[in-house]
């Protein structure tokens, strides 16, 4: 509760967007920490192009391009390669529910969310993914 004026000066202040406190804190200790965090990037980066391109081995899947910490893989049946992939220990999300917007949603059928796998993990993620799409 306050005067429109002070509530409107505040407003003002505020980002467009909301910035979590964990997600501030995680920023700050990176920009300490600079070199740690770029070898870090480095490594992931080349474990992304490495998944990637294992995954590129199987034709019944579309990967789509990604600068982020997963891919968004098309796959012959999103509902049926998940559960496959539950039952075996491989979290993934589909893709499906991750917008609210019904074109989105359509759009988004058939698509599972993996994220980039260590490399200790990535022969059992890729191998369990291509098992995904071809068990009937």
Do not use: C
């Not at 200790?29 to 990637?52: D, M, T, W």
């Not at 012959?76 to 019904?102: F, N, T």
């Amino acid at each position: 509760i306050s005067s429109s004026n002070l509530a409107e000066q505040l407003q003002k202040q505020l980002l467009r967007w909301p910035v979590a406190h964990i997600s501030s804190s995680a920023a700050l200790r990176a920009l300490k920490n600079r070199e740690q965090f770029k070898e870090r990037r480095e490594v992931y980066i080349k474990q992304r192009s490495l998944f990637k391109e294992r995954l590129a081995e199987i034709p019944e899947i579309t990967i789509y391009p990604s600068e982020t910490n997963f891919l968004l893989l098309r796959v012959p049946d999103a509902g049926k390669s998940k559960q496959y992939l539950d039952e075996h220990g491989i979290k993934v999300a589909l893709g499906s529910p991750m917008s609210r917007y019904p074109e989105a949603q359509e759009l988004l059928k058939s698509t599972l969310r993996v994220a980039i796998p260590s490399p200790d993990d990535t022969d059992r993620v890729v191998g369990s993914i291509r098992e995904s799409v071809l068990t009937k």
